[in-house]
């Protein structure tokens, strides 16, 4: 069976599953990679092989393995290298993001940033409060975090409500996409063979740059729309949480954010040139700048204010809660990544590569798009990326002149496009900050989708200047 036909059937059981009969997006995905899996003909498979063998990555025994085994048993073996690949990330980030809400570590970053910026520029503190936040920790739980504090500061200042909810959004929805170790960005550079500190590095400067017009659109829109905070007794939390708790201090709540940040640029930096010179120390970098040894000492960076023995049981909580949590997630981008693994098995990435030579400057654009009609159509931004991570390997394998971090960035982009009624966040912000759902679609969805055309025409932009590959 041809390759696209084979991966217009993956799609057709995934987007059919997830839309039209409601599944869980974990067995949408895993029955599509059956459904993908069961289609391959052998002789694809042979290819496949072949071409692993040819690159040295597989021995013949190897591949005559692969060769024999059943279909189920390969969706198995790419549901497994997912997991692997991303276990120990996911559940470290997850228990980060759990314990910096439960310690206050995050209200503190927040409460710093207001005292810094001031009331009169209090919806920049916001914005780089979100920002910051949304790296390791998710954006709904830190508009959980946020919403009242943006209430309370609109109540004293009587003014610029929208403002302050959409620069709390542009900061966050952003990093949300772009920036690992959030699931979504974090999947999509491992399944790219993207080196996690450049997707940290370039989504974040694509994400500043694309997050600073969501801004200038909430300032024109706070322009444009008059709107009143909602009328609800609700206390200040900048005034509450010194009474009820002791936040910790600013070093401590910022070093799980840093912490990791800075030991993975060491490691991209630093611990090739070192090798030679002080092998001792090109080791100790190459170590700690692990992903996954970052994020695990990043994590029990997040942990130390719940160290005391009176917060001992709280930490237990935050570990047991983060850990529900992130299983769910990894199992669906486990099953996202089986999907993409059996589609790599049927030679879609030569079929691709013929149908799209010679228009290598339309490839970016190309992946944001699938990514926004799946985004917009089944409402996840996650599992859109993960959907659309398969047709941006396969133009990379196919012989794309393109960096794969720029295709990253681009469907991280193309997850902004378009928030309505089917996304559980469109509801999350607008039930939080009072918004209608007029409002919403108003406001926060086009700023979402201005933002993520902007993010894409930066990526090209960066991708013509400094071509990386």
């Not at 089917?422 to 509801?427: L, Q, V, Y």
Request: hydrophobic residues 55%; proline residues 6%.
């Amino acid at each position: 069976m041809n390759p696209l036909l084979v991966l217009a059937c993956g799609m057709t059981v995934v987007i059919t599953g997830i839309l039209v009969l409601r599944m869980h997006a974990f067995l949408a995905l895993i029955i599509g990679a059956f459904a993908v899996s069961l289609l391959t003909p052998g002789d694809a498979l042979r290819a496949h092989a072949d071409q692993r063998i040819a690159k040295a990555e597989w021995t013949p025994k190897a591949a005559e393995k692969f060769i024999s085994k059943s279909a189920p048993a390969r969706v198995a073996d790419e549901f497994g290298r997912t997991c692997a690949n991303l276990g120990i990330l996911i559940a470290m980030a997850t228990i980060l993001g759990e314990a910096m809400m439960l310690s206050g570590a995050a209200e503190k970053i927040a409460a710093q940033l207001l005292v810094l910026f001031g009331a009169a520029r209090a919806h920049w503190a916001f914005f780089a409060t979100s920002f910051v936040l949304c790296i390791p920790v998710m954006l709904d739980t830190v508009m959980y975090l946020l919403a009242p504090l943006f209430k309370a500061v609109a109540r004293r200042t009587q003014k610029d409500y929208l403002l302050l909810t959409m620069c709390t959004v542009a900061g966050g929805t952003i990093t949300h996409s772009l920036v690992p170790p959030t699931p979504g960005p974090l999947f999509v550079a491992g399944e790219l063979g993207v080196p996690l500190g450049r997707m940290i590095g370039l989504g974040s400067l694509i994400g500043l740059g694309a997050a600073m017009f969501g801004v200038a659109f909430a300032k024109m829109s706070n322009r444009r729309i008059v709107l009143d905070v909602p009328e609800e007794t609700i206390s200040d939390p900048t005034e509450s949480s010194k009474t009820t708790r002791k936040l910790p201090p600013l070093w401590l709540a910022l070093l799980p954010v840093v912490l990791p940040l800075g030991l993975i640029g060491i490691d991209a930096a630093f611990t090739s040139m070192l090798e030679k010179t002080f092998p001792m120390l090109s080791w100790l970098t190459k170590n700690l700048g692990d992903k996954d040894m970052a994020l695990t000492l990043a994590a029990l960076a997040a942990m130390a204010p719940l160290a005391s023995p009176e917060n001992r049981s709280r930490a237990a909580k935050a570990v047991s809660t983060a850990l529900e949590s992130g299983a769910s997630i990894l199992l669906i981008i486990a099953a996202g990544g089986a999907f993409g693994g059996v589609l790599q098995q049927t030679g879609i990435a030569g079929q691709l590569a013929s149908h799209f030579k010679g228009i290598q400057t339309f490839a970016l654009p190309l992946v944001f798009i699938i990514t926004t009609l799946v985004r917009t159509a089944q409402g996840s931004a996650t599992v859109a990326m993960i959907t659309a991570a398969p047709i941006a390997k396969a133009l990379i394998a196919g012989g794309s002149l393109i960096d794969p971090v720029y295709y990253a960035v681009a469907i991280g982009c193309g997850s902004k496009p378009f928030s309505w009624m089917n996304d559980a966040g469109f509801w999350i912000i607008s039930r939080l900050s009072g918004l209608s759902e007029f409002q919403t679609l108003r406001t926060i969805s086009p700023m979402m989708a201005f933002q993520g055309v902007v993010g894409l025409l930066l990526t090209m932009l960066a991708a013509w200047i400094i071509p990386l590959h």
